[in-house]
Nanobody
Framework: VQLQASGGGLVQTGGSLRLSCAAS????????TGWFRQAPGKEREFVAA????????KYADSVKGRFTISRDNAKNTVYLQMNSLKPEDTAVYYC???????????????????WGQGTKVTVSS
């Protein structure tokens, strides 16, 4: 199983980026896919998650109203649309997938079984 994260880059404050997480090696119909991020000198933190079947979504308070997570089942890909970006959104963003999650655990990174390599997002002020 592989997760390939892409779409990071350099953007100005207030700008937008869309991250993609392409999954291969199996179907993820019964999985939850999440995005986490790690800023320099900080611990990795939860950003958003979505369940493949049913589409239940969860967001960190810091990104609610600015970020949107979505999925394309046909392409086995999850997206993270990031709008109104702030310098504090600067981080390496990782996607992850897991089968052992219920909604209350979407933000628990130790529940995710597979991780992508990360894509760097830099927001300039």
């Amino acid at each position: 199983v592989q997760l390939q994260a892409s779409g990071g880059g350099l953007v100005q404050t207030g700008g937008s980026l869309r991250l993609s997480c392409a999954a291969s090696g199996r179907t993820f119909s019964d999985y939850t896919t999440g995005w986490f991020r790690q800023a320099p000198g900080k611990e990795r933190e939860f950003v958003a998650a979505i369940r493949w079947s049913g589409g239940a979504k969860k967001y960190a308070d810091s990104v609610k109203g600015r970020f949107t997570i979505s999925r394309d089942n046909a392409k086995n890909t999850v997206y993270l649309q990031m709008n109104s970006l702030k310098p504090e959104d600067t981080a390496v963003y990782y996607c992850a997938a897991g089968a052992r999650l219920i909604y209350s655990t979407y933000h628990w990174e130790n529940r995710y079984d597979y991780w992508g390599q990360g894509t760097k997002v830099t927001v300039s002020s």
